[in-house]
């Protein structure tokens, strides 16, 4: 609830392409947004990020989080004349490069987050070697893991060949 007692407070959630039809219901100049958020920004494809944008009004905080060092909309762009006009670039990696070029005037808009609550140590370790320039800190209790897993992570190579022979094998018992 707000702080003046005459106005209500709301929340609403949708997806990205839901938000298109939800702004058809509102008149075009209504901007009583004030906040817009959107999550996981770093994997929608930048269409879909403009898309909840339109509600937006002049005075309307937008926040775009996501980790632009995992998967991106480059898996989910199809076609090269998509990606050759840059669409498998997201909203948030566009305007990450845009605030970077900006220099110090843009630090104030941009947070990176560097606490990693969801993954055993090694893991973030791994990840941090391979994908990020800054280091991460892991928020987990190493003895949180699994009893009977060993090790936190396992790679297994395997093949489509390898697999359709276990189907095939598993078939005759």
Avoid: W
Wanted: net charge negative; glycine share 6%; proline share 6%.
């Amino acid at each position: 609830r707000s702080s003046d007692s005459n106005q209500s407070s709301f929340l609403i959630i949708t997806t990205c392409q839901s938000s298109l039809k939800m702004a058809d219901m509102f008149p075009p100049d209504h901007h009583f947004f004030t906040h817009i958020l959107l999550d996981e920004g770093a994997q929608m494809r930048e269409p879909e990020g403009v898309a909840p944008l339109c509600m937006a009004g002049n005075h309307t905080k937008i926040v775009i989080a996501g980790d632009q060092h995992q998967v991106g909309p480059a898996m989910l762009v199809l076609g090269d004349e998509a990606q050759e006009n840059g669409l498998a670039v997201s909203l948030l990696e566009r305007l990450q490069k845009r605030y970077e070029m900006m220099g110090e005037v843009a630090k104030p808009y941009c947070a990176t987050l560097v606490t990693n609550y969801r993954c055993h140590e090694k893991i973030v370790e791994l990840a941090e070697k391979l994908f990020y320039k800054t280091p991460l800190l892991c928020g987990v209790n190493s003895n949180s893991t699994h009893p009977d897993a060993p090790f936190p992570l396992c790679f297994i190579c395997s093949s489509v060949d390898d697999r359709m022979k276990y189907v095939r094998n598993a078939k005759n018992y």
